[in-house]
């Protein structure tokens, strides 16, 4: 009675886990620690395993270890071929392009290494853009956990073995896991690749390891449900004050994968806060295994292993398939969320729930029924046939996948142009920072400005091929005028050549895979080296969303006396387009001196614009951008 006590209030935490984990993969950039939903799944993993090898040896001083491996094998195994066999299925009726390595990625997960093969076929930027994010790439942490289930029983016997006492196992479990969590750090601090140390199993391991050492020395069986009051109220407090932890850093910018904290000790105290949380439960004492126990978490919990598989699979079908994802943001996420309960259910019905309970016997007489002709189950039959064609189908996917040869993206028109525009960016902006920290700036009226403009543009046209593009010849000799700092993404970097081509005095640096957290250090950079220009041009938003208060701390920095030029997105098959666009809209009407590029608005018809992926311009496109976006400059810009 007691274990299954527990269970309930570890299902409400496998509950919130996969909630989180569904809601970062949903939005990760208001959810932002959502992935932490990862080391929830694994310190309990860690401490219910450890927990009952422990407690099998003190009580009968042994471990069967085979009658684990069968559990474990029908606990993780049918799911992880029907979500693999189902998405192979489907990639070959309708996604075809994700073909490529297929057979890699199935292979690697049966075999349980699928975290090495990510780390070595991690995608490039241009590949997320052109083909979407791999369906697979969250089960990484299933291999993980399959290596912890294979090795842990030889671990446990060692330590069993050379170990009398729980104090030196627990010692050796913790000391194992600050080694790992400080190899994280380390790696990080080195420049080591990400993928290698996001999914690596040793630098990964300290979230199982704490979970284990947490069993040593909190086990179960020896939690005493007769408690005092006092002592039961210091329980709920400390479960409270780690619950709260939990919370602010799910919810806290430090806890972005992309910044350091998260690898130099974030992921580390939200594993402590975890452990501590999952004694709390365990003990009887407490009220937090009540309070986690409903129906709603229950049903969520029961199937956790469900919806983590398949929510991935889901939201990167569906959303290839929807072009509008900006405009219907809520629906089609509402959508993607009942999909994944629905499939989860069938599967946690008609696979998980039964094959837990398989046997020799038991499959044996299912095939006898199945065949014997005069039963009527035809239900069954039906199921049967379904299951059959889905294998053969998915199979053939997998056959012909290595015959499907990989587009190299990093090889596209488009990359090639953004790494040749980069080395003329890195070139020209060592030139023009040292010509601007030699030169004195002396202002210049406008009107002045415009008078030699127009005559220059009757004797000296310039850049004339743009005209056609919508710019004026005089705000061609104007733009030639122009001294401003840019900073953007990958959309400014393909087209950073024309942008430098129209204003020759423009400093730009813009690069793939940015967001706005990078403009804080590299305007700071410009304005210590004093060639930070009265305009200031951002093109940030396409990797993802910010906040209000991270657009004021970089206005705030910039200071009121430049004039800042924002190019809102175009990104319709991502979410924060919208959200983006809307928020640049409201920041406007706060600060005088920012001035709202509105590409999305000037572009959104022009479909022709755009490559495939609908939010990089192509050369022509490219010409339209730079010319839209150097006339509003001229418009409003400092001389």
């Keep these: 009675m007691k274990k299954n006590r527990f269970i309930t209030g570890y299902s409400g935490l496998r509950a919130l886990a996969v909630i989180g984990v569904i809601l970062y993969h949903l939005n990760p950039d208001t959810f932002i620690g959502g992935y932490l939903g990862v080391p929830i799944f694994f310190v309990l993993s860690g401490y219910l395993v450890t927990d009952h090898m422990l407690r099998s040896y003190k009580e009968e001083g042994s471990y069967n270890t085979k009658s684990f491996y069968l559990s474990r094998i029908k606990k993780l195994y049918p799911q992880l071929i029907a979500v693999l066999w189902l998405s192979a299925a489907y990639i070959l009726l309708f996604q ?57 029983p030889l671990v446990i016997w060692l330590l069993v073995k050379y170990f009398k006492k729980r104090k030196g196992i627990f010692w050796v479990l913790f000391g194992l896991s600050i080694f790992s969590a400080l190899e994280m750090a380390l790696l990080y601090k080195t420049g080591a690749n990400i993928n290698r140390i996001y999914y690596g199993t040793d630098t990964r391991f300290f979230s199982l390891g704490i979970g284990a050492a947490l069993a040593v020395i909190w086990p179960i069986e020896d939690l005493k449900p007769q408690v005092r009051k006092s002592d039961t109220r210091a329980l709920d407090i400390v479960g409270a004050i780690a619950f709260i932890g939990m919370l602010l850093l799910f919810f806290s910018n430090t806890m972005n994968p992309q910044s350091a904290f998260a690898y130099y ?305 175009h990104v319709p098959t991502k979410q924060w387009q919208d959200q983006v666009n809307g928020l640049l809209k409201q920041a406007s009407k706060h600060h005088r001196n920012l001035t709202v590029i509105d590409w999305y608005g000037y572009s959104k018809n022009h479909p022709k614009w755009f490559y495939q992926d609908e939010t990089h311009p192509t050369p022509v496109g490219s010409k339209h951008y730079s010319a839209f976006v150097v006339k509003t400059i001229i418009e409003h810009a400092k001389y």
Excluded at 116 to 132: D, K, V
Excluded at 294 to 304: D, L
Excluded at 511 to 527: E, I, T
């Design 96 to 152: 075809r392009n994700l073909l490529v390595k297929l057979n890699q990625i199935v292979i690697t997960n049966l075999l349980n290494v699928y975290n090495f093969w990510q780390i070595l076929n991690g995608q490039s930027y241009f590949e997320r853009f052109a083909t979407n994010e791999s369906p697979f790439t969250h089960l990484w942490t299933m291999s993980i956990e399959a290596q912890f289930y294979i090795l842990w």
């Design 265 to 569: 000790g974030g992921m580390l105290i939200f594993t402590v806060l975890t452990a501590i949380m999952v004694g709390i439960i365990a003990h009887p004492g407490s009220h937090w295994n009540r309070w986690l126990t409903n129906p709603v978490f229950n049903w969520i919990g029961s199937r956790s292993y469900g919806i983590y598989l398949y929510q991935f699979p889901v939201m990167i079908f569906f959303e290839d398939k929807v072009t509008d994802m900006a405009d219907h943001v809520l629906l089609y996420h509402i959508i993607e969320v009942l999909i994944i309960l629905l499939i989860s259910e069938l599967t946690y019905r008609l696979i998980e729930k039964p094959m837990g309970k398989i046997s020799w016997a038991k499959t044996k007489n299912y095939f006898t029924q199945l065949f014997d002709i005069k039963r009527k189950d035809y239900l069954r039959k039906a199921e049967a046939v379904v299951a059959v064609l889905i294998f053969l189908v998915g199979s053939m996917g997998i056959i012909v996948s290595p015959t499907v040869k990989a587009e190299n993206f990093n090889k596209s028109q488009l990359a090639e142009r953004i790494i040749a525009n980069r080395k003329e960016q890195s070139k020209d902006n060592k030139t023009l920072i040292a010509k601007l920290r030699k030169s004195k700036k002396k202002p210049t009226q406008k009107t002045k400005l415009v008078k030699e403009a127009t005559k220059r543009a009757k004797k000296h046209p310039v850049n004339k091929s743009f005209e056609k593009y919508g710019i004026s010849q005089v705000d061609l000799q104007l733009a030639r005028k122009v001294q401003l700092t840019a900073v953007g993404d990958s959309v400014m970097a393909g087209s950073s050549n024309d942008l430098k081509r129209l204003m020759p005095k423009a400093l730009i640096d813009a690069a793939v895979s940015r967001q706005l957290d990078v403009a804080y250090d590299l305007l700071n950079k410009y304005q210590k080296k004093g060639v930070l220009a009265d305009n200031v041009l951002i093109g940030l938003g396409t990797n993802g969303p910010f906040s209000m208060n991270d657009l004021d701390r970089l206005m705030h920095q910039i200071g009121p006396k430049r004039h800042v030029f924002w190019i809102n997105t």
